[in-house]
């Protein structure tokens, strides 16, 4: 997340159980989440939790890191859902 002050642990796993039940959400301090983003090259900007109704301003781009911890793959927005698809079950396979 890039949103530690609302997704905690428990929301995240509810969240990511409608894509996936393997999948592994990953929260923090807001300042390694940013040093992670900008390390694979999916940018935000912090928001202003004064606010009550606040927003994360965010990328679309999607980083698919595999079992391992290794980045799998850097997918560009818009994204083509179909052709997610069918290279997920290569990204995430486990290196040989």
Request: no cysteine; hydrophobic share 35%.
């Amino acid at each position: 997340t890039v949103d530690p002050n609302r997704d905690t642990p428990e929301q995240l796993k509810k969240y990511l159980e409608y894509f996936d039940a393997g999948f592994i959400g990953l929260t923090g301090e807001e300042a390694i989440i940013q040093k992670l983003a900008n390390a694979v090259s999916i940018p935000f900007i912090p928001a202003d939790t004064s606010k009550e109704n606040y927003t994360v301003d965010h990328s679309g781009n999607l980083v698919v890191i595999g079992p391992d911890g290794t980045q799998r793959g850097f997918i560009r927005a818009p994204l083509n859902n179909q052709k997610l698809k069918d290279q997920l079950p290569t990204l995430l396979a486990p290196a040989s």
